[in-house]
């Protein structure tokens, strides 16, 4: 070992050396000056020159003990040293880390060594928070995960010492489960009224929305007060009172918000217009109940409003959607139709088969080149310059783009009703994106199925819909010549265009099909 020291007064540098050495298992260190040549043996092994042994080991016994040891060398970057045999030497950090890590794998096994669940009261309330999204699923089912769960952490970073048992254990049972989504709605009603008392709210609103998923009933009302935020702005803060399966009837679920809500002075009442408890229907009844003020009153849902104006205006300049309309949303709903009744009739696999299948003949067959040409030229076009664009591309993503393109078939699609936020847009897109493939897609539908059957019928009407377009007659002369000359008489099979007295969509192309004005609703969607 060096010690450099660094004499100011003449500018020398002096080497001293340190000897350390390891004699009989004891570690001991002498000083050699530079100008020492000779250290006698007898003056090394010096008591003076041996460090303090460990209380309780300056015996005989381990006197023999430590003499038997073997020694190896150890290297620490670009240093050495002799390290006893059975042990390892370790950077400080990486020791620390090690020492983490085993007292959390210890930490785990103690938590799981005993008879009985031992999680503390925080880590319960996580347990009754997520397993209470488990919607609808019964406690065993939950229960059953939750040790599967855990069961396939243990084996992933190799804890298979912990056994079934063990997990079974360890883990909150049924009961407690039950029990612990009691307590945490406690908890959370308890912190929201004090919550209240501190912003001083005396007035309330009410938000209640009534659904149906997986065949259970469930009434939401929410309650809604203003007050302050984290950072003490002024905010409306809300709170879910419960979720319950009345029916939707206005009179049982206004008894149901009678029962929820009791010592609240509502002044207001918001939800649907329609369905099941439309607030309408609801307000009467919660009045007679006196669960309201008397003056309460009510807004229906701003968001259904907003999306009322773009449905309106759409439907008004394009047609509405329904049984033997010609217009663009029925093509949508149609195409839906088709997409669902095959995968439900024939699964998903061959879906995605046929889609592969027709994507490859759009890229290889040159007769359905041809008839895309002439039939969408525009999207086929795009369709091509993709292929071109992957193509072009010699790195990996260039491949895997290629293969999405061909392989990737349309997913998670919702019927187009426009009070279903989004699926209008999303269909929208999905289908002008896939434009070209689709109708191939419903050709080989047609070809393939028997006539007459549902398929084939909605085949026939997805390929009539989407081979529609509408020419203007050219010798128009003005603006809202060009625009009138889009009609009925004039187009292969009829739009269901609105009449002359609403507003007229202003074509800018000399040809217009469905397609054109599906990427129409697009741009006017995303600026909405």
């Known amino acids: 070992m060096m010690d450099y020291s660094n004499d100011s007064n003449d500018g020398l540098v002096h080497l001293d050396t340190m000897l350390r050495f390891i004699y009989k298992g004891r570690a001991g260190e002498i000083p050699l000056p530079s100008t020492r040549k000779v250290v006698l043996v007898e ?3 010096d008591s003076s020159h041996f460090k303090e042994l460990p209380e309780g080991t300056d015996n005989e016994k381990a006197d023999e003990m430590r003499e038997r040891r073997g020694y190896h060398v150890s290297n620490f970057g670009v240093s050495q040293g002799w390290t006893p045999n059975g042990s390892t030497n370790n950077a400080s950090n990486k020791q620390s880390t090690k020492e983490d890590s085993h007292a959390i794998v210890t930490a785990i096994r103690d938590l799981f060594g005993g008879k009985q669940c031992k999680f503390d009261e925080e880590s319960l309330r996580y347990f009754a928070a997520f397993t209470s999204q488990a919607y609808g699923a019964s406690d065993e089912a939950v229960e059953m995960i939750i040790a599967g769960w855990t069961k396939a952490l243990f084996h992933q970073v190799g804890l298979d010492d912990i056994s079934a048992r063990d997990i079974a254990n360890g883990l909150p049972s049924k009961s407690l489960l039950a029990r612990l989504e009691v307590r945490l709605a406690a908890d959370c009603l308890a912190t929201r009224l004090m919550e209240i008392i501190d912003d001083g709210a005396t007035f309330f609103a009410l938000v ?5 998923r997986a065949g259970m009933e469930h009434f939401v009302k929410l309650l809604c007060w203003f007050g302050k935020g984290k950072n003490g702005n002024e905010t ?6 419960d979720v319950d399966t009345s029916n939707h009837t206005g009179r049982d679920c206004a008894r149901a918000i009678e029962r929820s809500q009791d010592g609240f002075e509502v002044t207001c009442i918001t939800g649907d217009a329609g369905g099941g408890a439309a607030v309408q229907h609801l307000l009467p009844h919660l009045q007679r109940l006196v669960a309201v003020a008397i003056d309460c009153s009510k807004i ?3 968001l259904h409003a907003l999306n009322k104006c773009l449905e309106s205006s759409l439907q008004d300049v394009l047609g509405k959607q329904g049984i033997g309309r010609r217009t663009p949303f029925q093509l949508l709903f149609v195409f839906n139709q088709l997409w669902k009744r095959l995968k439900e009739e024939a699964g998903d ?9 027709t994507m490859n003949e ?13 039939k969408f030229p525009q999207a086929f076009r795009e369709l091509m310059d993709k292929f071109a664009e992957l193509e072009s591309e010699e790195d990996d993503d260039g491949i895997d783009g290629l293969v999405s393109l ?8 919702q019927d187009p009703v426009f009070s279903r936020w989004q699926t209008i847009l999303k269909l ?5 994106e896939h434009w070209v493939v689709i109708y191939f897609v419903a050709v080989a539908v047609k070809q393939d199925t028997t006539s007459g059957s549902y398929l084939w019928q909605l085949s026939c009407a997805l390929l009539s819909l989407m081979n529609t377009s509408a020419e203007p007659i050219e010798d128009e002369n003005t603006l809202d010549e060009y625009i009138e000359s889009f009609n009925d008489n004039n187009t292969n099979e009829g739009y269901d265009l609105p009449s002359t007295k609403e507003k007229t969509l202003r074509f800018t192309r000399c040809c217009c099909g469905y397609k054109d004005l599906l990427n129409l609703i697009l741009m006017i969607c995303l600026n909405f």
Do not use: M, Q
């Not at 409306?236 to 009172?241: D, E, L, P, V």
């Open 43 to 45: 003056e090394l092994l």
């Open 208 to 212: 209640t929305d009534h659904g149906k």
């Open 236 to 241: 409306i803060k809300y709170h879910c009172i």
């Open 300 to 302: 229906n849902c701003n």
């Open 349 to 357: 696999k061959y879906l995605d088969e046929i889609f592969a299948l």
């Open 362 to 374: 759009l890229s290889t067959n040159d007769i359905w080149k041809d008839e895309a040409e002439k």
């Open 406 to 413: 061909l392989t990737e078939r349309p997913k998670n699609l």
């Open 428 to 432: 929208t897109k999905t289908v002008t």
